[in-house]
């Protein structure tokens, strides 16, 4: 399966410290711990020995993680190093957890479940230094990856989900926008949406200037630009990524990366604004039929102002990616 080879967010970095955690990706349960050193370490969430959950164990001083049933101790590399009820037992080489690659990058904690050629997706907004980065959810969702990323690129529903927000029923025709293949998916630009309150720092309706780039099978980055002087702040600017956790083919773990021109707002009041629009989509995601993305276009149907959702649906059957689709 392709996904297995790609990166996929399971927590936030600073979730994990002490005391391990249970995760889930593509149906995989997986324990995420930290070893002496300080580096995240992910292990199938299942003791070889007698298939408790690790993940209910502790980390023990010496940085190896401990099954809660038997005490039974595990190396970062996996390998078995203690066995409590035979003290002077050495381990054989096939005494060891099931253990995946795990990473660190836009402050979320990554996980592949079998070797790969690519990298998390990027988030080319995180090394600017002129826009400030937090994070916003984590949001359970009942729904496909692939569904929550089409939304996130669609900009004919504005009027109707976020009608006040990001858009108004009078207002809801789509102009052209262009839309170009990338070796990580797709580039749309050109794409503009009347809104009467763009951000969390609008003073008037404005025109706004939408980027959207899909970065990998299960992200997607925006950047949207308002109309000079429609906003508090002066040349702001913003670009969110949006990073999925497909934990099961219609269940999935939703994060939002944000990067904007803003060090004065609490975090609070910047995450409250991106919270009611997620929380605005979130019902009518989860009301769709069927939960999976279609991949043939015939399936639904197509308008042109559903280029970019056409185009990203295309990309998903050319990487042969089958979860979370039909």
Known sequence: MVERSLWHPVALAGEVAQAPVAV????????????????????????????????????TAAGRLECPYHGWQFAASGQC??????????????????????????????????????PPPAFAAEDDARLRKLHCGP?????????????????????????GWLGSRDATAIDDYRVEPTPTGLRATGCKAWQPQ?????????????????????AAVLTKVP??????????????????CPMTPV?????????????????????????TIFTQDQPVLESQMPQRLPLDLRAELHTAADKASSAYRRFLRQRGITFGVC
């Open 139 to 163: 949001y359970d969702v009942a729904a496909s990856a692939p569904r929550i990323i089409e939304n996130f690129l669609d900009m004919s529903h504005f009027g109707f989900v976020h009608e």
């Open 227 to 244: 109309e000079t002087g429609t906003t508090a702040v002066d040349g702001w600017r913003e670009s969110i990524a949006l990073f999925i």
């Open 251 to 275: 269940h999935s773990r939703v994060w939002f990366r944000l990067a904007v021109a803003d060090f004065e707002s609490p975090d609070e009041k910047l995450q409250a604004f991106q919270h």
């Open 198 to 218: 763009s951000s969390l720092h609008a003073t008037a309706p404005a025109q706004v200037e939408y980027t959207y780039e899909v970065t990998a099978p299960y």
């Open 81 to 118: 190093t203690h066995v409590p009820a035979l003290p002077a037992f050495v381990p054989p080489s096939g005494h060891c957890a099931r253990a995946f690659e795990a990473c660190e990058a836009n402050g979320l904690l990554w996980v592949r479940l079998a070797p790969g050629d690519t």
């Open 24 to 59: 889930q990706v593509l149906e995989q349960p997986v324990v995420l711990w930290r070893d002496a050193e300080g580096a995240v370490r992910a292990f199938a969430d299942q003791c070889p020995h007698r298939g408790a959950r690790l993940s209910l164990g502790r980390v």
